[in-house]
């Protein structure tokens, strides 16, 4: 299967890569995985340099891989890991590397401008990006927008303001004599993006996004040691 295939099955998980996994929205959405293990593969974990929330997150949701950005940090990460069987690598290229994995879904929460590069990547036919970075659209919205277009995938809001105003697009199609604002936090936009994400999209399982118009890395594999118990 090519780099990027998704796999929408609603009897297999949904593999998932999360960029920025180490801040706010990362924590969020371990804990949404930790308490539906069932429903996700994580592919990679991807973070700038806090090697020892990665590492915990790593082994608490079981990850094939952890990457970060910071090439200094690497050492740290790689200590930590070891004996885990989680592949640990670290720099620029690593990153964009991850987002190279065979994935369903990815998640965009790389905090600033530094989260363009690797989104942009990880935007590939038939995946669905959910997006919590708003510079991405800030920087560069036209080029984004166009490879969306270009390659079909699917942009689904997760950062709040994005994910309130996403809704009322979806509700203006939805007769409804509610007069509550739609949501407008992460507890609830996050769930309410994943749990779309089985099946798909013209299978009616969750609602769908309106048509909107260097260096090489460092790898090491970390191998299963039993003999340290770990």
Request: net charge neutral.
């Amino acid at each position: 299967m090519a780099a990027g295939t998704p796999r929408w099955d609603d009897s297999a998980p949904i593999r998932l890569i999360v960029l920025g996994a180490t801040g706010s929205i990362g924590q969020s959405l371990a804990d949404l995985i930790e308490r539906n293990r069932e429903r996700f593969d994580v592919v990679a974990l991807v973070a700038n340099r806090n090697a020892g929330a990665l590492a915990d997150m790593a082994r608490r949701l079981n990850t094939s891989s952890a990457v970060l950005a910071d090439t200094a940090c690497y050492g740290e990460l790689a200590d930590l890991l070891h004996g885990s069987g989680i592949e640990v690598s670290a720099g620029e290229a690593a990153v964009l590397e991850a987002v190279d994995r065979d994935a369903d879904l990815v998640v965009g929460a790389i905090v600033g401008a530094a989260g363009l590069a690797p989104t942009m990547a990880a935007i590939k036919p038939g995946r669905r990006i959910a997006l919590a970075n708003k510079e991405c659209l800030v920087c560069a919205g036209d080029l984004f927008m166009a490879k969306i277009r270009q390659t079909g995938a699917e942009l689904l809001p997760v950062d709040s303001e994005h994910n309130a105003i996403f809704q009322v697009f979806l509700n203006r199609t939805r007769p409804t004599r509610s007069k509550k604002s739609p949501s407008d936090c992460l507890g609830r936009a996050l769930p309410d993006v994943l749990q779309g994400c089985h099946g798909r999209r013209d299978a009616g399982t969750g609602a769908q996004a309106p048509q909107l118009g260097h260096g090489r890395p460092h790898h090491h594999r970390q191998r299963d040691n039993d003999e340290q118990g770990i």
